[in-house]
């Protein structure tokens, strides 16, 4: 009996949530963006998703994986579809939808256009709806991030509690069973309270200032669905938490510099200083054929590894 894919599992429980919490969020919690804002998302992020599917698929001989079984064809456009929704979700551009659809077209291009050889495969290592909303927020500056009050903003009273609640349960319980990616989560939580602490000591910041975000909805959802995606994020536990802490490092730094929207741009540049780790480790492997290679060579800083005479050659 074949064993259940726990990366399908995963896809379709984040799916349901993601599209839950959609609908929850337009019709109960307060979003503000238009309730055309996700559909136009996911149509374009799907619509991406199909055509460099089908250009990928021609140009290296094999047939695409959209004309697979349902079951197959479901698990691959379910990224495409939670890269949209997420774009939706975090993105605000007012009454505009390309600024929306621009960030979903990115998302899923980056996985076409930005890979670096991992364990004899090419693999994408830039998490796609966090990269898609980075290159809007550059471009634009006028496009912001969707207000953290937005999910409580028709609560009061206990209920605003409830919302950060449920998410942060069912994220904990997906990262647990599923993604596996609690060591991720304890080394960003644990880096990021590190960072505060520093900064409120070197700083005239106060901590509990720095820790603040901790209580919101926004850094609940960035903790359990954006940093833990399974695909752009180290698998042994160990690797883990160093890219959980070393995103957390990163953020504290840009917030020292007050460069506004931290949480995204940290990601994004953790994400950039591990595909370059790997690409240096394929190139150390490629000059010494004779070191055996490992079966999960995904880690962020594993260079600590290699000698310091390979490391000054790569550089």
Excluded at 141 to 149: E, H, L, Q
Excluded at 227 to 248: H, K
Excluded at 296 to 309: F, G, I, M, Q, T
Aim: charged content about 10%; proline content about 7%.
């Amino acid at each position: 009996m074949t064993p259940p894919d726990p990366r399908g599992a995963a896809l379709r429980r984040f799916g349901m949530s993601i599209t839950a919490l959609t609908v929850l969020g337009h019709t109960v919690l307060g979003f503000e963006q238009a309730y055309l804002t996700p559909v136009v998302a996911v149509l374009a992020a799907v619509v991406t998703e199909i055509l460099l599917e089908f250009v990928d698929a021609a140009a290296g001989g094999r047939r695409p994986r959209y004309t697979g079984a349902r079951g197959q064809v479901v698990n691959f456009l379910l990224p495409a579809y939670i890269s949209g929704l997420a774009c939706a979700m975090l993105l605000y551009a007012n009454h505009r939808l390309w600024p929306v659809v621009l960030a979903s077209v990115v998302a899923v291009s980056s996985k076409y256009f930005v890979r670096v050889p991992l364990s004899g495969r090419w693999r994408h290592v830039l998490n796609p709806s966090n990269t898609g909303i980075v290159v809007v927020l550059l471009l634009f500056p006028w496009v912001g991030i969707a207000p953290p009050y937005q999910f409580t903003e028709w609560f009061s009273g206990w209920l605003d509690a409830l919302a950060p609640a449920v998410l942060l349960v069912a994220g904990t319980l997906l990262n647990a069973k599923l993604t596996r990616r609690v060591p991720l989560i304890l080394g960003w939580l644990g880096g990021f309270v590190l960072q505060a602490v520093l900064r409120a000591l070197i700083t005239d910041i106060s901590l509990t200032s720095a820790l603040l975000p901790v209580t919101g909805v926004a850094f609940v959802l960035f903790t359990n669905y954006m940093i833990t995606d399974p695909g752009t994020t180290p698998s042994r536990p160990r690797n883990q938490l160093v890219f959980g802490a070393a995103t957390a490092a990163v953020y504290g730094v840009l917030v020292h510099l007050h460069i506004v929207f931290g949480l995204f741009f940290a990601l994004v540049i953790t994400c950039v200083v591990r595909a370059a780790v790997l690409v240096a480790l394929d190139v150390y492997r490629r000059w010494a054929p004779d070191v055996p290679r490992q079966a999960d060579a995904e880690p962020l800083l594993v260079a600590s590894r290699v000698p310091n005479s390979v490391r000054e050659t790569a550089r």
